[in-house]
């Protein structure tokens, strides 16, 4: 097929607006089949019945673009350029998307009109025509959509980069990828590392190029160990051995005091309320007797003792305890002693 001027009839239809609306991740693939299509059946010589039948898919997409029938226009030359990878039908494909309106799909298939021309035209001239025109009406397409590249810094094999929630393919980072005009959320996302997030707001015809890279990743720090417990004096232990040493001692004197009081209560009977007991047969009674109150006055020293002791231990518990804040906090114990006529005893809480 010979090479085709561009068409620069300006009174051309547009398709409706509601083409324009096609999925940005058709725009990101698009071009890669494409491409993989002139690269690959470029290579391999067609039968003359596909030269035939592209030919007249051609010329009949001819009629209906001239028509302005783009979108049935459209299939004929993609029919065509299926059955021979050719340039000049390649290039209809691209004509056809810019008059429906669909500029990112029109802008990466004309890119791949370029490399396809410039590659097949080191052997065959006549397509240096359709890589020139290709290189002016995409010039013509990117004033009417934005361009962004971005530049992942990153070496991580797992790294993902969405833009306005699309997944963009490796293959075409840092490469010109074409958007509408308008806001642009570009993020990645590293493993171990927090999301990163670049927005811009692009108009028609901008060019920008976005960096980005990883956050360092977040390094978790241990909590600081608790502060040691300050250990206090055994107050209150030592307190409680004092209180117990005076507790044993008041008994020893109330059972002493009590034999004692009723020894010598019999030997006033026996021996009678005045007098002295003369008679040798008591002396047992009587030796008994002051061993008893003997008893009783070392318990009552020993008991005085170990309570007046034990009471300077438990004012040092007392005023050294902390303060508790917490109505959970654990209880100290707390021991008091009780001393009347006949009875010694302790009360508190443990």
Known sequence: MRPLPRRTDSTCS??????????????????????????????????????????????????????????????????????????????????????????????STFKDVIAEAEMRSKAEPKYVPTRDSAKTELAEVSN????????????????????????????????EIPVDPGPLDVTLEVPGSEKAEQRATLVKGQRQTIDITPPLATVVQPPPPPPPKKSRPPYLPVGIAFAGVGVVGMAMFAAGGALASGTFSDLKTACGENGPCTDSSHNDEIDKGKTQQLVAN???????????????????????????????????PEVGVDLSPGYVGLHGTF
């Open 144 to 175: 009417k959509i934005g361009i962004v590249t971005i530049n992942v810094r990153t070496d991580s094999q797992a790294a993902v980069v969405k833009m306005n929630n699309v997944l963009v393919p490796k293959e075409q980072w840092s490469k």
């Open 298 to 332: 070392i318990g009552l020293g020993i008991g005085a003792v170990g309570l007046a002791a034990s009471v300077p231990f438990f004012i040092l518990a007392a005023t050294s305890k902390p303060k508790q804040s917490d109505s959970h906090a654990a209880i100290e």
């Open 14 to 107: 547009r398709a409706p607006r509601a083409i324009r609306a096609a999925a940005l991740v058709l725009a990101l693939s698009g071009s890669f089949a494409v491409s993989a299509t002139y690269a690959t059946e470029a290579s391999a010589q067609p039968a003359p019945g596909d030269v035939k039948n592209a030919t007249a898919s051609f010329q009949e997409g001819k009629k209906l673009f001239d028509a302005k029938k783009f979108p049935q226009a459209l299939e004929l030359f993609k029919k065509s350029y299926g059955l021979v990878a050719s340039p000049n039908s390649h290039i209809y494909i691209a004509r056809c998307q810019n008059e429906m309106g669909q500029y990112k799909e029109a802008f």
